[in-house]
């Protein structure tokens, strides 16, 4: 599980003295542990694991993008270190092509024709994607798709 290979990392991780490796995986088991709490759940899945790095993963590009634009580049540079050891916990991300050839298969499969549809098909399609591709690379082609 995800979990435990996050829980294995951060004790490596304090083994070999990695401070910003240790100090991002801490937030981030903080940040399940809290996720785990709302949800009233004694254990999470590998999907709401995910759910959560994505949400971190979120947070460090927004906090990237307002220290760049805020003259900042040395707390942009840590929050980039952190993002790129968030990101080593996703699954492989596919490619635009194939989020395309997914999409396209999902339009069929659904029955959608126009725009109106958009909704049945990207919650279907974000169902198969199951987290491998960014949300708004998939809302373009599924609009791109439909027009």
């Known amino acids: 599980m995800l979990t435990d290979k996050i829980a294995a990392d951060l004790k490596q991780s304090m083994l070999t003295k990695d401070v910003v490796r240790l100090g991002t995986l801490r937030m981030l088991k903080s940040a399940i542990e809290y996720h785990k709490i709302e949800k009233k759940q004694e254990s999470l899945t590998d999907a709401d694991v995910t ?71 990207m919650k279907s399609v974000q169902a198969k994607l199951a987290g491998r591709a960014d949300n708004k690379l998939v809302s373009q082609i599924v609009s791109a798709n439909l027009a």
């Open 51 to 121: 759910a959560v790095i994505k949400k971190q993963i979120k947070q460090r590009q927004d906090s990237i993008e307002g220290f760049e634009k805020g003259g900042r580049p040395e707390l942009a540079d840590k929050e980039k270190a952190e993002l790129a050891i968030l990101k080593s916990y996703l699954p492989e991300e596919l490619t635009p092509a194939q989020v395309e050839e997914i999409v396209k298969a999902t339009i069929t499969e659904v029955g959608a024709a126009t725009k109106a549809d958009m909704g049945k098909v």
